[in-house]
C-alpha cells in the first residue's frame, strides 16, 4: 500500500533535500527509506513581508514496507544543515498541516501519524 504526505519547507532547504543546484516545478528525487519527492508549486515572493516565510510544497510517495525513521533522519540532517533556514531562524516546517519543530524526533513522530491515519 502507498502513502503520501506532504511536506511544506522553506524554498532555501529545496537544493539539500532534492541534491540538485536547480530546482524547478514537478521535479522528483529519490530518498532513503523507499520515498519519492515530488516539488509541488513553488510559493510567491513576499518581499514586502520580510517577516513572512515562502514555503514549497514537496509531495513525498512512500511504497509499501516504509522506513519512516531512515527517511526523517535523512530529512533531518538536510534540514539542519540548510544554513539559509538557519540564518533567517526557521525552526519549524508543516508536515500535512501540522507545524513540527525541526527535531529528528518531532518530523519521525508526526510523519507515521500522518501515515498510520492515511491507512485507517
Known amino acids: 500500500m502507498s502513502s503520501k504526505i506532504s511536506i511544506e519547507l522553506p524554498q532555501s532547504a ?3 533535500v532534492f541534491e ?5 516545478q514537478g521535479m522528483t528525487h529519490e530518498a532513503p527509506g523507499a520515498a519519492r519527492l515530488e516539488l509541488g508549486q513553488m510559493p510567491m515572493e513576499k518581499r514586502h513581508l520580510p517577516e513572512f516565510q ?5 509531495l513525498v510517495s512512500f511504497g509499501g514496507g516504509v522506513a ?4 526523517s533522519s535523512w530529512l533531518y540532517e538536510r534540514l539542519k ?3 539559509v533556514s ?5 525552526t519549524r516546517i508543516r508536515i500535512n498541516r501540522t507545524e513540527v519543530e525541526i527535531n ?6 508526526v510523519i ?7 491507512q485507517k
Open 112 to 118: 507515521t501519524e500522518s501515515i498510520d491515519i492515511e
Open 14 to 16: 529545496l537544493f539539500k
Open 81 to 83: 544543515s540548510d544554513k
Open 68 to 71: 519512516v525513521n531512515m527517511f
Open 86 to 90: 538557519q540564518a533567517m531562524k526557521v
Open 104 to 109: 529528528a524526533d518531532a518530523i519521525t513522530r
Open 20 to 24: 540538485s543546484n536547480s530546482i524547478r
Open 54 to 58: 515562502a514555503l514549497a510544497t514537496v
